[in-house]
């Protein structure tokens, strides 16, 4: 789970989508 939130951390990065609550509840 914890490698799936990192991916998806990235993703959204890397898509350049400020996730500020994504980053939060993977945190």
């Not at 799936?4 to 945190?27: A, M, Q, T, W």
Request: aromatic letters at 8%; charged letters at 35%.
């Amino acid at each position: 789970m914890i490698k799936e939130g990192k991916k998806i951390n990235v993703y959204l990065k890397h898509e350049n989508i400020p996730s500020l609550s994504i980053n939060d509840e993977f945190r």
